[in-house]
Every structure is written in C-alpha cells, then in structure tokens.
C-alpha cells in the first residue's frame, strides 16, 4: 500500500497551490479525476484593457506552471472508498489503495445548470450565452461579430439568490467576473452600449478601482428580466423599471451564471462524511483530518481561492511538524 503525508483531492489552481506549497513538508500526491490539471482557472482569459484589471488569470497561469512542474500529480484517477483508520485514512481509488495521514479536499465548482431557467433561452439562441461562453470566444479570439453590435445587456445573479432554487447566497464573483467582460468588450468597441441588470452590484474584492471605473462605463439597472425573446436581429428583454414593464432591444445578451459545487465536490463530501450547505459546498472546517480549500468550500475568484489554499498549506504544514 502507498503511504503519503497528505492526499490532495482536486487538480484545479486551490489543490496545486496546496501541494506546491507543501511539497518540502512531507510527501504529497495530489490526484485529479479529469485528464489534465488547472481546473476551471486556466478556461478563462486575460481581460486587460490598456491597464490590469486584476482579474488573476496571470496568476493562476503561474500556479499551474509551477505545480505541473514540482508538484507529484496523477490524473484520470479519484478516490472510490474511504475508511477512517487510527492516525489517517485508507483510500482506495480507480487504480490502487493509499493510506493518507491527511486530506485536503479541493475539488472545485462548476457554473449553474442554465437550462433551469427556460425562460432565458440558453442554448437555443446563438444570440443568448453565458460569461463563460462570452469567455471562451475572447481567449480564442472569436469575436468578430461583436465589431457590428451596438448593444449589449449582462443579466446576473443567474442561479444565485434564488430561494425557489435553494440557491440564497451570492456567488460573490459573478458582479466582478462580468464587469472586467464588460471593460475588456468597451475597450475593443468603444461605441457599443452595455446594460447591466442586477439585484445590486458587487465589486467588494481585489481590483476595487479598476472594478469602480469599469461600473461608471455601464448602464446599471436595478432589476432582473423576467423574459427574453430572440428573433434574426438580436434579443428583446422583458424587464420590470421603475415598477413598469417596459421591453428592450439589444444585438445579443451575456448570462452572468453563478457557481454550485461540482459533482465531484458533492461525492467526496458524501465519501467522506462532511457536512454540506447551500449549493452543495463543503462546510469549512476541519473533520480529523480531511480540510477543504478553493471553491470547494464556496464561491470565490482566483485570488480567493489562492489565498485560501496558502493559508491551509500554513497549517497543515504545521501539523506535518508536530
């Protein structure tokens, strides 16, 4: 049986920062279900304007470099069975049975099903797509479309703060997350228009001046559509202002998702006994032995989640001292 110091569960930028971090303190093996490391951090895209916004894409980059490099990895593998025994624990995965002294839990979200809400139209309309979809075409160059908008709309809190949902909380990134797309999206067509619709807006966190001044480019709206309807020359927006319903056009419109936690964040909670809250996050606290970082444990940016895992290597590298 293989014996390590710390297992870590999860190949995204919080689980390589862990190991990184940790790697002259005992021995660690870091596992990752999917076949390659990075997570959902290295699916996003710089989105600098003639400044930094700040958004961490730099610095993720720069974790993952590092922990492909240093950090003793295997992917395409998961932990199946878990039995707490005296001193750790004995896992066993698709491929062999390890026993772990500890176990760091990084397992990571994944965007909120959008197809929940039927009334947004996601993918039935080329016209109607999601931040990250909005993403994916910005890191690959894809945009040449939006040369001829003049109007875009950014609908948030899309699968976040709905109790119909059981999904009460803010996922806290989505505000910031849309406002650099918006700043990046002026800085490349400065004519075109861009409409916010939002409960509130929340810029707290890293990058606070930049988010402020991308927030003063845009056209905030405090309230939510009820309805969308495309047709061959863009998206009408059904939407409550100023308590009167009123109906507005755009060339496209960008669906600010929120998070949830992944499946493989809800199975090894349920292998490993931990409590969940809303959303299916793992309640942060330690359980003998098994701790959780990154968005495992709840939404949160790139520097949240990087933040969160240093401070975790902290103390677990303390606890491999003793």
């Known amino acids: 049986m293989e014996r390590v110091d710390v297992l870590v569960i999860g190949g995204g930028i919080a689980g390589l920062a862990v190991a990184s971090a940790l790697q002259e303190k005992g021995n660690v093996l870091l596992l990752e279900e999917k ?8 699916e996003l895209s710089c989105k600098a304007t003639d400044r930094c916004l700040r958004c961490g894409v730099c610095r993720a980059a720069e974790v993952v470099r590092k922990g492909r490099i240093g950090v003793e990895s295997v992917t395409g593998e998961s932990p199946r069975a878990v039995v707490r025994e005296k ?29 929940e809400f039927p009334q947004y139209l996601w993918g039935r309309r080329e016209r109607i797509l999601t931040g990250f979809e909005l993403e994916r075409r910005l890191k690959d160059g894809n945009l040449e479309e939006f040369a001829a908008f003049r109007s ?28 650099r797309l918006a700043a990046n999206l002026r800085f490349r067509f400065p004519e075109v228009r861009i409409d916010f619709y ?8 890293d990058g606070q001046e ?23 020359d863009g998206v009408t927006v059904f939407v409550e202002v100023d308590g009167k319903a009123t109906r507005r056009r755009y060339d496209a419109v960008v ?3 929120g998070l949830v936690a992944s499946p493989g964040t ?34 949160k940016d790139i520097a949240g989640a990087i933040f969160e895992a240093e401070r975790l290597s902290e103390e677990l590298g303390a606890l491999l001292g003793r």
């Open 198 to 205: 939002s409960m509130d807006l929340q810029v707290l966190g």
């Open 35 to 42: 076949a390659s490391l990075g997570g959902l951090a290295v």
């Open 87 to 115: 001193g750790g624990f004995r896992i066993t995965t698709d491929r062999r049975e390890l026993a772990a002294r500890l176990v760091v839990l990084a397992t990571g979200a994944v965007p909120f099903p959008v197809e």
């Open 255 to 257: 669906l600010s998702v």
């Open 210 to 232: 930049a988010l402020r001044d991308a927030a003063h480019s845009v056209f905030r709206y405090r309230s939510l559509p009820f309805a969308l309807q495309e047709d061959a």
């Open 152 to 179: 875009l709309a950014f609908v948030q809190c899309v699968g976040s703060r709905n109790a119909r949902k059981r999904l009460g909380y803010c996922s806290q990134v989505c505000c910031r997350y849309a406002l």
């Open 266 to 299: 809800q199975r090894m909670a349920e292998l490993f006994r931990l409590p969940q809250r809303e959303g299916g996050f793992i309640v942060p606290h330690p359980q003998d032995g098994v701790f959780a970082c990154g968005t495992a444990t709840g939404p």
